[in-house]
């Protein structure tokens, strides 16, 4: 009894822990490509304006 409470917690706890790798995982993804997209967006504003001079 005690054992199968051990391993139902175990299971839990790593339940947990995947959600929190998938978490940081995601907000990772997220702020990478908002930064990528930052960047482009810079280099887009200064491609249109040697165009537009």
């Known amino acids: 009894m005690v054992l199968l409470n051990v391993i139902f917690s175990f299971d839990k ?18 702020v990478f490509s908002t930064r990528i997209m930052v960047i482009l967006r810079r280099d887009l504003a ?8």
């Open 13 to 30: 706890v790593l339940i947990v822990v995947g959600l929190a790798e998938n978490i940081l995982i995601i907000t990772t993804a997220f």
């Open 46 to 53: 200064i491609f249109a304006n040697e165009i537009f001079q």
